[in-house]
């Protein structure tokens, strides 16, 4: 990397506003998705008549409860603590996108007042917070006073309530009763663990990693709480097979795992819905030799793309920023050839970059696509308007959102996969993206585009491992050093108030900071504070919030949208995204809305801005891998500079931390149906 610089004090201030944000259907398309996803699910629960064919059985206080709940509600990844370390359903057409302007997100469902009412008079007898009424009534359902009271660790099903919170609930409601050998326990500890394994990304677990987490939660008999789990269908078990018998009188290996229903439905519908596409002549629309004069006319590895997309109904595609291009250039040739073709992405900040590259409008996000508030619509069967369809950030695709998009593509269509295998993997279970190119199922062409200049130089090395000094004449890469947190804070702001501006032409609005957790002396939370104080200030008269701040709005988990705010009403806090305005209801706000001149790297993957401010202070080490650094660095496009206080951990984690490993069954569930699979 460049030789560090230090630069001039600040000299002025500028205001923050972004320059990019959602498109006005956005919180209307995630809702949509949601409830697919949730149709999608009772449906496949209700066909179920019994064992998913791969499995067979086996023979604290009320104020820190209360501060977890609210801390995984307005978006934070909950506290991983033990993990970090069929044929497709119909398809149903979605329903029709209701457009208002300005929009009013809406929240799940409310429950009935009785319901909250007799659950809140529960949790007071239970010593815990009256305000879980609300979030314990969602969660259980309309039977979930009788629920708490038969069992009262049902309580850990409420998002960001931990073991030890519930332990508590149980006992001041049972007293003697409540132990920690109680079968009610075990169970929903099982399922509580599966939860935070989901948020870790795995989609299942070995049955040893959880009994020994099991017994880590003081659980005496934890192979006893898995088996009661399994009969009780909280859980499902599968046997998958390890390599191959020994001889012929040997059974072969196999791996016992266990996992949550949601995940397994739909990493099954996923492998379905792929083997589909895999082993499916795609439609030809166009003739071969319209596509080989596609390809003909485009240069390298776009020809490439345009060869394998002519023949094969599932593609995956692996590059850069600048291997966008090639994309692009398939896109552009199938409307060429008359074809519906479209391409979604992770964010609307990166459907306005991608849109500039092709020819009309033929770019969504993915939630937008799937709930039919963007793109093509749906057919007279249901399925999306489509014969090829383009998903760009691939991998942030989880195996939910996959699944749904593959189970909506019509028979004959063309899907390819586009993405930075590089950079963090899905906030939700799941690396769908990496299995599939590790199970070489289809073809798969990498970019020979790299990233241009000393910003790209620098990226590629962190790719295969190093931490590369590159030559940096324009400032595209400055290092400032730092000693402590309050020297971090102090040099972010000034970076992002002056320093960039003045010497780079940068505007703040323009600049992301991004930095490693919401917690700590120079996460997210000290961060924002600090850069509102200088950039605007105010008294926070709407929930901490004022006219002119710049915002992330979450309208549902593991989702980011940058705005401003532009003021606050009666009907809740105004938002300007992309030009429209969102208004996030009262009761909303402090659980979807904080302030996003700083953001972690997941919430900033799938965007980039002209200048982007790295922070990594000493505390950070812990959370430092190559995956991070990765996206992190590679969010800036002009300019990145690198506030450092890790010392050596930085060179070290890029040489030896990789991508933290995810237990999943695509490439299992996927092998069998593959051409030659029975030979």
Not at 290 to 304: H, I, L, M, N, T
Not at 421 to 435: E, K, N
Not at 444 to 463: F, H, T
Request: charged share 25%.
């Amino acid at each position: 990397m460049s030789t560090p610089e230090t630069p001039e004090e600040p000299r002025s201030a500028d205001d923050g506003t972004p320059a990019e944000g959602a498109k006005v259907s956005e919180a209307e398309a995630e809702l949509a998705a949601q409830r697919l996803e949730r149709e999608r699910i009772e449906r496949r629960k209700a066909e179920r008549q019994g064992p998913i064919e791969a499995g067979a059985k086996l023979s604290g206080t009320a104020a820190d409860l209360l501060a977890a709940v609210r801390a995984v509600e307005s978006g934070e990844k909950p506290p991983a603590t033990v993990f970090e370390e069929a044929r497709p359903a119909p398809r149903r057409p979605a329903p029709e996108p209701v457009r208002r302007a300005p929009v009013v997100p809406e929240g799940p469902a409310a429950p009935a007042e009785g319901t909250v009412g007799e659950v809140r008079e529960v949790l007071t007898r239970g010593g815990a917070p009256a305000a879980l009424a609300a979030p314990a009534a969602a969660a259980l359902g309309e039977d979930a006073a009788d629920l708490l009271r038969e069992d009262p660790w049902q309580l850990l099903r409420v998002p960001g309530v931990r073991p030890e919170q519930a332990d508590g609930f149980a006992r001041a409601l049972l007293g003697g009763e409540a132990g920690p050998d109680d079968e009610r326990r075990g169970r929903a500890l099982t399922v509580w663990l599966l939860e935070q394994a989901a948020a870790a990304g795995h989609t299942v677990l070995e049955t040893a990693a959880l009994t020994e987490a099991l017994g880590r939660q003081g659980v005496p008999g934890p192979e006893d709480a898995v088996r009661n789990s399994i009969a009780e269908g909280d859980v499902l078990v599968f046997q998958d097979a390890v390599g191959e018998a020994v001889g012929e009188d040997e059974e072969q290996p196999v791996r016992v795992l266990v996992g949550l229903e949601r995940c397994a439905l739909a990493e099954e519908s996923l492998a379905d819905g792929l083997a589909r596409l895999i082993n499916s002549a795609p439609k030809q629309d166009g003739a071969a030799e319209e596509w080989e004069r596609a390809a003909s006319a485009a240069e390298g590895s776009a020809a490439d793309l345009i060869r394998a997309a002519s023949g094969h109904g599932l593609v995956l595609h692996t590059g850069g920023e600048a291997a966008l291009a090639e994309p692009a250039a398939l896109l552009n040739a199938a409307h060429g050839m008359g074809l519906r073709a479209w391409a979604a992405t992770h964010s609307p900040v990166g459907r306005e970059r991608f849109a500039s590259r092709v020819d009309g409008p033929a770019v969504a996000t993915v939630a937008g696509l799937l709930s039919g508030a963007e793109g093509p619509g749906r057919d007279p069967e249901g399925a999306l308007a489509v014969d090829l369809l383009v998903v760009l950030d691939a991998p942030q695709l989880d195996v939910e959102t996959a699944a749904l998009l593959s189970e909506s593509l019509p028979d004959g269509a063309r899907l390819v996969l586009s993405g930075d295998p590089a950079v963090l993997w899905s906030v939700g279970p799941g690396r769908v993206f990496a299995d599939l190119l590790a199970a070489r199922a289809c073809p798969q062409i990498a970019s020979r585009r790299p990233d241009p200049g000393p910003l790209g130089e620098l990226v590629s090395g962190i790719g295969v491992g190093e931490l590369l000094q590159v030559e940096a004449p324009e400032k595209e890469v400055v290092i400032v050093p730092v000693r402590d947190a309050g020297e971090a804070v102090h040099r972010t702001v000034q970076l992002v108030a002056d320093s960039v501006p003045r010497a780079l032409g940068v505007p703040a609005e323009e600049t992301q900071v991004i930095t490693p957790g919401h917690g700590g002396a120079v996460g997210t939370r000290v961060l924002n504070a600090a850069l509102k104080e200088r950039l605007n200030p105010g008294p926070g008269r709407f929930a901490g919030f004022d006219p002119g701040d710049r915002v992330a709005w979450s309208p549902a988990p593991g989702r980011t949208l940058p705005g401003r705010v532009v003021g606050a009403d009666g009907q809740g806090l105004r938002l300007d995204c992309a030009g429209e305005t969102v208004v996030v209801p009262r009761d909303r706000v402090e659980q979807t809305v904080r302030h996003g001149w700083a953001l972690t790297a997941h919430q900033a993957v799938g965007a980039r801005w002209p200048a982007a401010v790295v922070v990594l202070p000493g505390d950070a080490v812990p959370a430092l891998s190559r995956p991070w650094i990765y996206t992190a660095f590679s969010r800036a496009d002009r300019h990145l500079s690198v506030v450092h206080g890790v010392d050596q951990a930085l060179q070290r984690a890029v040489a030896e931390v990789p991508a933290k490993p995810r237990t999943t069954r695509l490439p299992v569930l996927l092998a069998p149906q593959l051409p030659g699979a029975a030979d």
